[in-house]
């Protein structure tokens, strides 16, 4: 069974129109991720939570939010989509910070900017 | 920032073939992992490395951490067509508090 589910896997918005996605998770790890993934890229950090901590990404735009009301969700908000910003948007969680904690990763939410 | 050198960029192989790739960093790793990625999914953990000289496979795969714990190399061997997909390597730097440094990948592709 998934352990980390992303949902919706395929969500299309408009140019400017905010879009919410969602991750959920099983493991009860402390540490939750969103990760941007280009085509033919490596995965790019955006920010993590560790509990209710929230950790920012020194490059990531203003424009990416995100919110973990309890330990089981995180949201990735994106307050005005523009078409660079269409990519595969992954979560991913692990148990506690710092050497030897594996990332595990959700199936991704492949966003499209029309 | 740091950065993980992955090579080969990609690799066209024939069914049978063993496989071989590696990631080089000029920086001291902790921890070294190996994911694969399939098309339009998430990267799914392959192998963990904890150890410098650490040898662990995983069925068909081997991968190992470096002695200078600088580089890992991941090998396949007997290659199938369900081993087409991109691998990433991707790293904790010494001193970090995890956050992963990920290679480029490698794109393999397996030819009946």
């Known amino acids: 069974d998934a352990m980390v589910i992303q949902n919706p896997r395929y969500q299309v918005t408009q140019f400017g129109k905010p879009v919410t996605l969602s991750c959920s998770q099983t493991?009860?790890?402390?540490?939750m991720y969103w990760y941007q993934q280009k085509s033919s890229q490596a995965p790019k950090l955006l920010f993590h939570?560790?509990?209710?901590?929230?950790?920012n990404e020194a490059d990531t735009p203003d424009n990416f939010q995100s919110r973990r009301p309890n330990t089981s969700f995180c949201f990735l908000d994106i307050r005005s989509p523009g078409l660079g910003d269409a990519a595969m948007y992954l979560c991913?969680?692990?148990?506690?910070?710092?050497?030897?904690?594996?990332?595990?990763f959700g199936a991704g939410t492949r966003l499209s900017v029309l | 920032g740091q950065q993980l050198n992955q090579s080969p960029q990609s690799m066209f192989i024939q069914e049978g073939e063993d496989v071989s790739m590696n990631c080089t960093s000029s920086?001291?790793?902790?921890?070294w992992l190996w994911y694969k990625q399939d098309p339009g999914e998430g990267p799914v953990l392959l192998i963990a490395?904890?150890?410098?000289?650490e040898l662990t496979s995983n069925g068909r795969l081997t991968a190992q951490f470096g002695i200078t714990r600088k580089d890992s190399f991941l090998n396949i061997s007997a290659s199938i067509p369900s081993d087409v997909g991109i691998y990433f390597c991707?790293?904790?730097?010494?001193?970090?508090?995890?956050?992963?440094?990920f290679g480029k990948g490698t794109k393999l592709s397996v030819k009946p």
């Open positions: 991913a969680t692990s148990r506690d910070m710092g050497p030897g904690n594996i990332q595990y």
């Open positions: 493991l009860n790890h402390n540490v």
């Open positions: 939570y560790y509990d209710k901590d929230f950790n």
């Open positions: 920086s001291i790793f902790n921890t």
């Open positions: 490395l904890y150890k410098a000289g």
């Open positions: 991707a790293g904790q730097p010494g001193g970090s508090q995890g956050n992963l440094i």
